[in-house]
């Protein structure tokens, strides 16, 4: 899993090249589309607020839908997404931590985030579950399919659908790891340092109010005041079903 992550991310950031030599403003538009599916719905509302916080109760078609995006966000399997971070709150900013900035470093922490090792027990937790462990076993299929669908359809789709925004959430998603453990605000006393961040609040539909998630992991709404945006919280709210 991780080598074919770490050459499809490759490829992914040197998808920035015939991006920048042969794309026209309409294939940016499209990019940033695939961006809030896979960063979006994908990563936040998906892999990160339901499968490891389970911080809200979302409709089954929307949980395929989600993993679905976050896999081809191209940041790793739920399975292994979702562990990593389980086992970052857990160790938030200790040695342990698997992408610390003020543990690992940064460039690590931005760039090899997801290729830090991670125990089996946090793996096991997820595996139980049956959809995410098709979704694990098939991380490869999808993608498979994905890029065949997008080669007959337009070759260079596969740059402007595909890689790009891998590039664009691979980068974005770091920097809550790096940039939101360090510059900000941090209006709640946690035992790490988690920052609040408006620029990362914004690039991340709502991600950036890191240090209010990590005062409060459990809650689906990491904006606290009227403020601050945050864009998944506010979609949650619209599908949320009510237990
Ligand atoms: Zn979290
Ligand atoms: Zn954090």
């Excluded at 389970?54 to 395929?64: D, L, N, R």
């Excluded at 470093?105 to 096991?124: D, E, N, T, V, W």
């Excluded at 914004?202 to 109010?209: D, T, Y």
Aim: overall charge positive; hydrophobic content about 45%.
């Amino acid at each position: 899993m991780a080598k074919k992550l770490f050459f499809a991310q490759i490829l992914a950031h040197l998808s920035v090249i015939p991006m920048i030599v042969y794309a026209q403003p309409r294939h940016y538009v499209w990019a940033l589309g695939i961006y809030f599916l896979t960063g979006c719905l994908g990563m936040s509302m998906t892999y990160h607020r339901l499968v490891t916080h389970q911080s809200w109760t979302a409709p089954h078609w929307f949980e395929i839908l989600g993993l679905t995006f976050a896999s081809l966000g191209l940041t790793g399997s739920c399975v292994a997404w979702c562990a990593a971070h389980r086992m970052h709150h857990q160790f938030a900013d200790k040695p342990q931590d698997p992408h610390s900035p003020h543990q690992q470093g940064y460039f690590k922490a931005q760039f090899l985030s997801m290729f830090s090792p991670i125990r089996l027990s946090a793996l096991k937790s997820f595996t139980k579950n049956p959809t995410y462990s098709f979704f694990h076993r098939h991380y490869w299929h999808i993608q498979f399919v994905y890029v065949l669908f997008l080669l007959m359809m337009d070759p260079f789709a596969v740059v402007y659908l595909y890689l790009f925004p891998a590039c664009l959430l691979w980068n974005a998603g770091s920097l809550i790891n790096t940039v939101g453990h360090r510059f900000g605000s941090q209006p709640f006393h946690t035992a790490d340092e988690s920052r609040n961040n408006v620029f990362l609040g914004i690039l991340m539909w709502g991600e950036g109010w890191h240090n209010n998630h990590h005062r409060f992991p459990k809650s689906s709404q990491f904006g606290r005041t009227f403020w601050q945006l945050d864009i998944s919280g506010l979609l949650i709210r619209l599908l949320e079903v009510k237990r």
